[in-house]
């Protein structure tokens, strides 16, 4: 256990609904980043927040996708009518300046979409 | 573009030592990362190399390469839990602290 939590753990939902994940990093932790990985590959970077502001987006982040930190604390990514396409791991990660270099991942959302 | 290359499977047997090659090419090069995943579980961090040679730490040893954009992780007294994947991961200046990730290397360990 990293110290950084995911809900929900899995998620199965039909094409076109809406669906949000939450991610909750190590307290201190003032950097997060979303990645997105499918079987057989290598997480893909989604997005990136310090603090609260959104500071890198990826090509990959299609308009269907939002994430957010309000509080620079806990950050949600939602996804809006949902493709099959989407169906992936999708992965949180936190870090700071006093953790070094190293990210620290979370276990994982599970996204099916039937 | 970014383009990070690694092999897709491995085995050895317990006790062997194994060596995971990963070869990159990217601008703004600012960091190599060597993640073990475990089956359904989440990445956790082996080792980082910013300047040319080799870091070890136990049994995990990494090495790069800056002018041949070539890394390598050396695994010693293999063991069963051993058994994952692993990710090369580079970061570049253009993504901000954000990592690029190769498509991992799958060891399998057997006795």
């Known amino acids: 256990d990293t110290g950084v939590s995911q809900n929900p753990r899995h998620k199965i939902t039909k094409r076109g609904q809406n669906v949000t994940f939450r991610c909750d990093p190590i307290s201190e932790h003032n950097r997060l980043y979303w990645y997105r990985q499918t079987l057989g590959q290598g997480p893909e970077f989604l997005t990136y927040?310090?603090?609260?502001?959104?500071?890198?987006k990826s090509r990959l982040l299609s308009d269907r996708f939002s994430a957010e930190r309000p509080k620079g604390s806990f950050s949600t990514l939602e996804i809006q009518r949902t493709e099959q396409g989407d169906s992936a791991m999708y992965l949180c990660?936190?870090?700071?300046?006093?953790?070094?270099?190293?990210?620290?991942f979370g276990p994982g959302t599970r996204l099916t979409v039937l | 573009g970014q383009n990070i290359d690694q092999p897709t499977e491995m085995t050895a047997t317990e006790g062997a030592i194994v060596q995971i090659n990963c070869t990159y090419q990217?601008?703004?090069?600012?960091?190599l990362f060597w993640y073990q995943q475990h089956a359904g579980e989440a990445p956790t961090f082996l080792s980082y190399n910013v300047l040319d040679g080799l870091e070890e730490k136990g049994r995990f040893s990494s090495f790069l390469s800056r002018s041949k954009g070539y890394s390598y992780l050396l695994l010693k007294e293999l063991q069963m839990k051993d058994s994952a994947s692993y990710l090369c991961?580079?970061?570049?200046?253009?993504?901000?602290?954000?990592?690029?990730f190769g498509k991992g290397t799958t060891l399998s360990v057997s006795s």
């Open positions: 990660a936190s870090m700071n300046r006093a953790s070094g270099n190293e990210q620290f």
């Open positions: 927040f310090q603090n609260e502001a959104q500071l890198e």
């Open positions: 991961a580079v970061r570049v200046f253009q993504a901000g602290t954000a990592l690029i």
């Open positions: 990217t601008s703004g090069f600012n960091g």
